[in-house]
């Protein structure tokens, strides 16, 4: 067996909101592993341009373009202008995602629905429209990103549990519904990585951050480089007859109900 299984020269992967965070981070270890980028943002060019820029400074193909993946037509045109400029997309990873941290009994249902929009609808939306032209073509990799919240509840955070835990049935079910035409499902469960999502509860002295480094057995945020070998894997031919899991890159968090303090 070789190293080959993981190449991914030639491919084309389109990272939703890969303009930086763990989006980028995947996005470099499949660039990295052969495949041409493209990334998208909602609005900001500027934001897609650095983010290009970064990409090419090592040594990554990359393509950026302007979209919201709440919008069908918006993401109907985009995938058109993509495949012919850049090539069929071989690769999608629905990364785009939004949280609002907020006590549900004072949550407003405009909030709610604003994170399960772009966290649950958002990869309905991209993945129905890109699998498209991979069924016509005889195969694919779609991977959604998903998070401790696919398993576990947490005060505060009640539509992106609800989004996260669709998301993850959601892989399921494309995994059912596509098998028979050689596109693998998958989904990535980040734990808890060093990002701007994650700055408000990441900072000295917030319970959180110990709360973290103490429930976590590895002892440490994650940083996103460590998501790029799973996103490889679930991108390439290694993982051909792996379909609908949910693979955790989490320090083990989940595996663990967690200790005292003073233990
Ligand atoms: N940071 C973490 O610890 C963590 C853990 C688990 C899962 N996740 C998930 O990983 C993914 C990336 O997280 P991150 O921390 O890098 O987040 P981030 O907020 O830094 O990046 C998210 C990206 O999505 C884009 N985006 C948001 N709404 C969009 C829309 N409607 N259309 C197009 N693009 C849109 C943003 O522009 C941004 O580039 C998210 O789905 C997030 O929920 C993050
Ligand atoms: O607990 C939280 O506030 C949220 O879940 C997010 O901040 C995490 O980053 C994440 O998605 C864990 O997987």
Redesign the pocket.
Known sequence: MSINLFDLTGKVALITGGVHGLGMAMAKGIGQAGAKIVVNERSSKEKVEDAVAEYKSVGIEAYGYIFDVTDEQEVKAAIEKIEAEVGPIDILVNNAGI?K?IPMVDMEVDDFEAVIKVDLVGPFIVSKNVVKGMIKRGGGKIINI????SELG?D??SA??AA?GGLKMLTKNMATEWAKFNVQTNGI?????A?S??EP?RVNGHP?NDFIISRTPAGRWGDPEDLAGAAIFLSSKASDFVNGHVLYV?GGILATIGKPSNE
């Open positions: 949280i941290r998903c998070s401790m919240m947490r505060s955070v992106y549990a996260k469960g980040p734990g808890y990585f990002t999502q994650t509860i959180f989490d």
